[in-house]
């Protein structure tokens, strides 16, 4: 059994190589075992690099971990230190930030410690994988080697590390920037949630109305995105379209907590109106802002806010991306901007006597496009 056919990947005698195997590929087992060696030395080398990877994203997983722990401790002691200036009323929302804190403290450790057991259980399997690698380098039985080397030297593909590529740690330092603002505006703080993902637990589906679009609006996406396109066949009369203006309203009003996120291009504009608001004839009874049943938020070159006509300049990080928050039964409205974290652009705090419809204009440039986002 000193010769291998390669043909038939199998150890035989040099009987066998002249009858069944007549004119296969054929090499003696020795020199198929030395090519084989190589290889493996290779796919070891590679074993043991991934190895080293993984050993160090656990090490930076673990201290990853140990920071998580600390900036929570300090962001729990400096709250505390902060709501200790307020007044009694407040003393339940410390608590909830404290509850907070924790929940994301825990949440953010707890992903990262499960992250840390799945790299050492890979990093066990790899090893364990090694050292059958190894005893099979040191078999000196060619055809026992060249048996067990198919199903031995198979390795899953080397992938990227899994940790996460955002930084953790802006939750806390987002939960010292929101407490620290709520000694200044504490009653509009108090009214509203402070991350994102306790915004997004009043996420609401909007879609909106074609019978309000003006006609250079496309609709699309389930009639959740609009294009300005100035070759737009003609929609057909409606009482409730806009004429003159490229503006849009909801199909539905709104009503109690509702939070929603536009994605947009150049010279849009994200607003709220009340559907009595007029639809053509005079200019500032029917364009967003100019009047007392609409709000709006411009988003041009730069941010500004417009409402009963009144023009109010506004300074803040630029995004793509504008959420909006209602709490209608409160009377507040508020605008912020959404990049990795949630930036307030405006807040209104007034009455609301009927129910606000989400609305959205295009500054009329061909192709651009405002969108309401699907949130999660």
């Not at 339940?92 to 992903?111: G, P, W």
């Not at 294009?227 to 737009?232: E, R, S």
């Not at 995004?319 to 949630?342: C, K, N, Q």
Request: glycine letters at 4%; one cysteine or more.
């Amino acid at each position: 059994m000193k010769i291998f056919c390669r043909t038939d990947q199998q150890c035989i005698c040099y009987l066998c190589s002249m009858e069944e195997h007549r004119g296969h590929d054929m090499i003696s087992a020795a020199a198929e075992r030395t090519e084989k060696q190589e290889e493996l030395r290779k796919r070891r080398q590679k074993l043991q690099r991934r190895i080293q990877h993984r050993e160090k994203d656990v090490k930076e997983l673990q201290q990853e971990v140990e920071t998580i722990d600390r900036s929570a401790d300090k962001a729990v002691e400096d709250n505390e230190k902060i709501f200790t200036e307020l007044i009694r009323v407040i003393e339940k929302r410390s608590s909830d930030v404290k509850q907070q804190i924790r929940s994301l403290q825990e949440t953010e450790a707890s992903r990262a410690k499960e992250l840390q057991e799945k790299l050492q259980e890979e990093i066990s399997e790899l090893k364990r994988k090694d050292a059958e690698l190894e005893q099979l380098e040191g078999t000196e039985d060619h055809t026992q080697f060249l048996h067990s080397y198919p199903s031995l030297s198979q390795l899953t593909e080397s992938t990227d590390s899994p940790r996460p590529k955002t930084n953790r740690l802006r939750y806390f330092e987002d939960v010292m920037a929101a407490v620290t603002a709520a000694r200044d505006k504490i009653q509009a703080f108090l009214a509203e949630p402070m991350f994102r993902v306790h915004f997004l637990q009043y996420a609401c589906h909007i879609t909106l109305d074609p019978n309000t679009a003006n006609g250079f609006l496309v609709l699309s996406e389930g009639n959740r995105k609009i294009k300005f396109d100035v070759n737009n066949s003609a929609y057909s009369q409606h009482p409730d379209r806009f004429i003159h203006i490229s503006q849009v309203l909801s199909k539905d009003g709104l009503t109690g907590r509702c939070y929603w996120e536009v994605e947009m291009s150049r010279n849009t504009a994200v607003a709220v109106a009340y559907k009595s608001i007029g639809r053509s004839g005079d200019f500032n009874a029917h364009v967003f802002g100019y009047n007392e049943k609409s709000w709006v938020l411009n988003c041009d070159s730069s941010y500004s806010f417009r409402h009963n006509n009144l023009t109010t300049g506004i300074s803040g990080p630029k995004s793509s991306r504008i959420g909006v928050y209602l709490d209608h039964s409160a009377g507040l409205l508020s605008f912020y901007s959404v990049t990795e974290t949630m930036t307030l652009l405006h807040r209104v705090q007034t009455t609301f006597t009927q129910p606000l419809y989400a609305g959205l204009f295009l500054g009329g440039f061909n192709g651009d496009t405002a969108e309401l986002c699907k949130l999660k």
